[in-house]
């Protein structure tokens, strides 16, 4: 008895095969894509202020003989930012610092932006601060890119300028990390990587 091959070669399908490889190119290019966007996401939202804001001098701020440091606090209007000073209580505490001037900044926002509530400040130990703010911060801070760069650029340079050794600012909005606040400018990996600090 005579077995006959069966010609395997002759049997195959080209397209089936065509099919495969473009499945894998497509499979390839989906990861190369998400691992971009997913490493180099940040790149895409960095906005610049229309007036560049000067950086601050980097001599530390004054402190009164009360007991209260003089500091200067930046707060939003549109895309501008204004100094303000305020007196905020001098404590070895740093969180408490810390809250004082991010209230003093929500208290001088815009008649529009009031209203967001601070629900707490926490710092790790590689010095890099949590602040929680409600979700009406996504409410208030809302328009242009423009102007949410401008808030999350007076909340980082108000915090970094009166208080020393602040790493990175992270936001929490309800007590959960935030990716944006208003969907303009990528905060999920904190104020530095967002080029904001």
């Given amino acids: 008895m005579i077995v006959k091959q069966k010609n395997i ?3 195959r399908n080209p397209k089936k095969w065509i099919w495969i490889g473009a499945t894998f190119l497509l499979i390839a290019l989906t990861i190369v894509v998400a691992y971009y966007f997913n490493v180099f996401r940040h790149e895409l939202f960095l906005t610049t202020l229309t007036q560049p804001v000067q950086p601050p001098e980097n001599k530390p701020p004054e ?3 009360e ?3 003089n500091a200067r606090i930046l707060v939003p209007y549109g895309t501008e930012l204004r100094n303000r000073e305020a007196k905020i209580p001098i404590t070895a505490i740093t969180v408490v610092m810390i809250e004082s001037v991010v209230s003093e900044m929500l208290i001088s926002m815009p008649d529009n932006q009031k209203g967001i509530q601070l629900l707490g400040v926490y710092k790790d ?4 601060v949590y602040i929680d703010f409600s979700g009406e911060i996504k409410r208030k801070v809302n328009g242009t890119a423009e102007q949410e760069y401008a808030f999350l650029k007076a909340l980082s340079q108000s915090i970094v300028t009166n208080i020393q050794g602040i790493k990175d600012i992270r936001i929490l909005i309800d007590s959960k990390e935030a990716e944006t606040i208003t969907g303009h400018v990528n905060i999920y990996r904190g104020l530095k990587e967002a080029g904001v600090f």
Avoid: P, Q
Wanted: glycine share 16%.
């Fill in 9 to 11: 070669a002759a049997k």
């Fill in 63 to 65: 402190v009164s003989g």
């Fill in 67 to 69: 007991g209260f440091l």
């Fill in 125 to 128: 130990k590689d010095s890099v």
